[in-house]
């Protein structure tokens, strides 16, 4: 099970595994992180892909990609033709965000909580199509995976800011039970993703 962001990426692995093990069948199942979470809780599946691992779970977590966030505004927008902008001047800018339990929206609110700067939310969305799409439309800037961006035909209608403290580094996980012994088929895909990981990188 991985959370949304990560369709931009993980079905790029999935050809190749299972070129390589023909007899293997793979459900991936795409999911918001508060369902995510549920399903880690109730262990219904053998591997799970996030951004932000949970507190307070008794589980192994392994990182295996860079997951960078950046920020987006119009590419028309005053903003995006500086070269260096302060933090603080985004308190006066509205900013279109992922529903609650998001990762990203965690990651957000408490990037601003740390500076003390107060976050002005125009509006909630729950994909990252439709919050680029309003980004593009001029609703307001956002924060997202650089994942999102890729090969992306309408990415010149938006511009990555040059903020202070941006990209915020973060890691895409493999994460799973400590205590579930993991099958003989999670172990070959976990393998296969530590020696393909390129795979999830888009060629230039």
């Known amino acids: 099970a991985a959370v949304t962001t990560t369709k931009y990426f993980m079905p790029r692995l999935l050809g190749p595994f299972c070129a390589q093990y023909p007899g293997i069948d793979i459900a991936l199942e795409v999911v918001n992180r508060d369902r995510l979470l549920e399903r880690l809780a109730r262990n219904q599946d053998d591997l799970y892909v996030m951004g932000v691992p949970p507190e307070g779970l008794d589980i192994e977590r392994e990182p295996f990609m860079d997951n960078p966030l950046v920020v987006l505004a119009p590419a028309s927008h005053p903003l995006a033709r500086r070269k260096r902008i302060r933090f603080p001047e985004l308190a006066n800018e ?81 994460v799973r039970p400590r205590d579930k012994q993991p099958s003989v088929v999670a172990n070959a895909f976990l393998e296969f993703l530590r020696t393909h990981v390129q795979l999830l990188t888009p060629r230039s």
């Open 94 to 174: 509205p900013f279109i965000v992922r529903e609650r339990g998001s990762g990203t929206r965690l990651t957000i609110e408490r990037a601003f909580q740390e500076r003390n700067v107060p976050l002005k939310i125009r509006v909630e969305l729950g994909s990252n199509e439709a919050i680029k799409q309003a980004v593009a439309g001029g609703l307001g800037l956002a924060l997202l995976s650089q994942s999102t961006l890729s090969h992306d035909p309408s990415q010149s209608e938006v511009s990555i800011l040059n903020v202070e403290g941006f990209p915020i580094k973060r890691s895409w996980y493999v």
